[in-house]
């Protein structure tokens, strides 16, 4: 109903994720994932070097190296600050019997190539077999506009020295957009200007097409995902009968579509059980 008739959904068979925040512990809507979702998936992986949230729900955890531990080096970025963070790799011994993320995806994918009978599956992971991961490393470098001209090892050889790296943005501090800002640049819009309004009939029929406060969808005493705003002309949000379904219905199936709006008054007056 919702994604058009040009679309065709795929149920997702298997979800391997490797040191990623606790996706599953810290998700949006975490009951629904937990008990709706996740018991249609054949398979869970997690890939931590601590017990998350994520691994509760997981099949299969794969021990991974913690920061002190890496034998193969690592990095990583961030939109917060201009720095680019290499991780080293270190003298230390491993504590437990752990492997870096990217050596456990090879001995999968190795295991798996005898199973499947396709050398590919080997041949992907040439430079960690050779123990050059500094080669994937390098090429993400090259390819990136704010670090071509660096050098992996000499970034690395810093790193272990207490040396930070600068990424090649315009400002320092970081500043998101200058070049927008400084009209240097379109913004990624269809106008390439600053929008505050969708004309597009999918944003007016979800009542965002201005910008507007919804309520959570989970976690919160009051009704979920309501549109809070006072009456304009401007919202003309299709709603949920006009869908076919009942405006109280909240299910799971449900809430995340209901374009219901309501003044914040009316909705403090509505209180209805979190999940």
């Known amino acids: 109903m919702f994604t058009g008739a040009g679309h065709m959904p795929v149920p997702t068979k298997a979800m391997w994720l490797n040191n990623s925040n606790s996706v599953i512990g810290n998700i949006k809507w975490h009951y629904d994932v937990v008990n709706n979702t996740l018991p249609k998936l054949e398979f869970i992986a997690y890939s931590d070097w601590w017990w998350t949230g994520s691994c509760e729900y997981s099949d299969i955890v794969f021990a991974c190296d913690s920061w002190a531990e890496f034998k193969q080096p690592d990095m990583c970025g961030s939109c917060s600050n201009p720095f680019v963070q290499i991780f080293p790799t270190t003298p230390m011994e491993r504590v437990f019997d752990t492997k870096a993320d990217i050596e456990i995806l090879a001995g999968v994918s190795k295991a798996l190539a005898k199973v499947c009978d396709d050398k590919r599956m080997i041949d992907m992971w040439k430079f960690v077999e050779d123990g050059n991961t500094h080669e994937y490393l390098q090429r993400i470098i090259d390819a990136s506009a704010t670090l071509k001209g660096y050098k992996i090892e000499d970034l690395e050889a810093k790193a272990k020295q207490g040396i930070p790296a600068l990424m090649h943005n315009r400002t320092y501090p970081r500043v998101s957009s200058y070049e927008q800002a400084k009209s240097e640049k379109a913004w990624h819009t269809k106008s390439g200007r600053l929008e505050f309004y969708r004309p597009e009939i999918e944003f007016i029929e979800s009542g965002e097409n201005m ?11 009051y009704e979920p995902n ?5 009456k304009h002309e401007a919202l003309r949000a299709k709603q ?16 995340q579509v209901r374009n219901v709006v309501m003044t914040g008054d009316e909705m403090m007056k509505r209180s209805i059980p979190c999940d």
């Open 211 to 221: 910008v507007i406060y919804r309520e959570p969808v989970d976690s919160t005493p």
């Open 226 to 230: 309501v549109i809070v705003s006072k």
């Open 240 to 255: 949920p009968a006009e869908y076919g379904f009942d405006k109280n219905d909240v299910s799971s199936e449900t809430r």
